[in-house]
């Protein structure tokens, strides 16, 4: 779908383009980065919400500056965020938030974390931004027009997936967690980790998502299907030239069974056939 042009969208300003929305959102992860990096090695509070789930004292503060912010300039949208809930919007516009994505990382002042801000209409993933502010990127994409990094030195640089086409030449990316240990995808998933060339587990799917479209892995798989989190994943890899499903092949939605997201068709259908209930 084209999203050039001027037309305005409802809940906006008046004059708002797709285009003043993106940079909206690239000013708002940039700023919750910031928010991050202020209390880096300072987390505050952490707790655990659920076992080996933590929430952090800067998860809230992160997801109270992103909804107050978002409400203020477009208060007839939707909110769905990680530690407050809500939900997505059947008619209307949505934005999807993990406030701190990482957070274990984050709590141990491990650098490997980010937010994740998407925009959703209906089906469509229309915006995403994964900041990692540790590490001075910015990933963002917009449907139909790319995948792109802006570094902390202020130079963008278009993003496209590694060219790898086999299984045995791949870096694969995924922190899987089987709640299960007769969860049948184990076996298929812990197959991929045999025939691949590496394994890296990151602690953040916003991250993994992100290095996947600018080539730094080839493999990304993702069992607990937390929306926040997999959305940015599904429009980066996508504008960068790959490819994302569920977990058997059929197109990812918000709730999936999970993600795999690959460099092409052809390494995508080898992991699946692997990845498929023996």
């Known amino acids: 779908m084209n999203t050039s042009g001027s037309v305005p969208i409802p809940g906006g300003p008046a004059d708002e383009s797709p285009e003043k929305l993106h940079e909206f959102l690239l000013d708002l992860a940039r700023r919750t980065g910031e928010l991050q990096l202020s209390r880096y090695q300072d987390p505050g509070e952490v707790r655990e919400k659920a076992p080996k789930d933590l929430v952090t004292e800067v998860d809230l503060l992160c997801e109270e500056f992103l909804m107050s912010e978002i409400r203020e300039r477009y208060p007839d949208d939707a909110i769905l965020s990680e530690e407050r809930g809500g939900e997505i919007s059947p008619t209307g516009r949505t934005w999807l938030l993990d406030p701190v994505d990482g957070t274990a990382n984050f709590a141990r002042a491990n650098p490997l974390f980010c937010v994740c801000i998407s925009v959703v209409e209906g089906n469509e993933i229309k915006h995403a931004a994964v900041a990692a502010p540790r590490l001075g990127d910015i990933y963002h994409a917009s449907l139909g027009r790319g995948a792109f990094r802006d570094s902390a030195s202020g130079e963008t640089y278009r993003l496209r997936v590694a060219s790898a086409e086999r ?112």
Request: charged letters at 20%.
């Open 167 to 278: 299984l045995e030449d791949t870096f694969v990316g995924s922190d899987v967690a089987y709640r299960e240990s007769k969860d049948p995808r184990k076996s298929g998933t812990l197959e991929v980790y045999k025939r691949c060339w590496q394994v890296r587990s990151l602690g953040s799917a916003g991250i993994r998502g992100a290095w996947l479209a600018a080539g730094y892995l080839d493999v990304s798989i993702g069992t607990r299907n937390t929306v926040w989190d997999y959305a940015p994943t599904a429009l980066l890899v996508s504008e960068a030239g790959g490819r994302v499903t569920n977990l058997t092949g059929g197109p990812w939605t918000y709730d999936a069974d999970g993600l795999l997201a690959t460099n092409n068709d052809t390494l995508h259908a080898e992991v699946l056939e692997i990845m498929a209930v023996r």
